[in-house]
């Protein structure tokens, strides 16, 4: 199982950025939780957005209002679509998944490769 981030990059404050992710493999069999993860620079890992398989949400205050987090249960795919952004918002981005492999319901939690945000002021 891979997941593979993509729409990373630099911006100016205030402006907006849609991060990507794609769980590929034979041993996908589907994905329950999902969700986008930063770290910047010095600090913890920490939870940014998190989407069930049923669409529920969940945010980190500090992102609330300003990002989206949806996902394509078909397709295996999650979104980010981030507006606003302020230079606090600057770290690795990273997605997170919960892929269930097998029709016993084993499951396994993979990370992408994360992506770089940048935003200066």
């Known amino acids: 199982v891979q997941l593979v981030e993509s729409g990373g990059g630099s911006v100016q404050a205030g402006g907006s950025l849609r991060l990507s992710c794609a769980a590929s493999?034979?041993?996908?069999?589907?994905?329950?939780?999902m969700g986008w993860y930063r770290q910047a620079s010095g600090k913890q890992r920490e939870l940014v957005a998190q989407?069930?398989?049923?669409?529920?949400?969940t945010y980190v205050d500090s992102v609330e209002g300003r990002f989206t987090v949806s996902r394509d249960n078909y397709r295996n795919t999650m979104t980010l679509q981030m507006n606003a952004l302020q230079p606090e918002d600057t770290a690795v981005y990273y997605c997170?998944?919960?892929?269930?492999?097998?029709?016993?319901?084993?499951?396994?939690?993979?990370w992408g490769q994360g992506t770089l945000v940048t935003v200066s002021s």
């Open positions: 997170n998944a919960r892929v269930v492999v097998n029709i016993e319901g084993s499951s396994v939690e993979e």
């Open positions: 493999g034979r041993e996908v069999h589907s994905i329950t939780t």
């Open positions: 989407i069930s398989s049923g669409g529920s949400t």
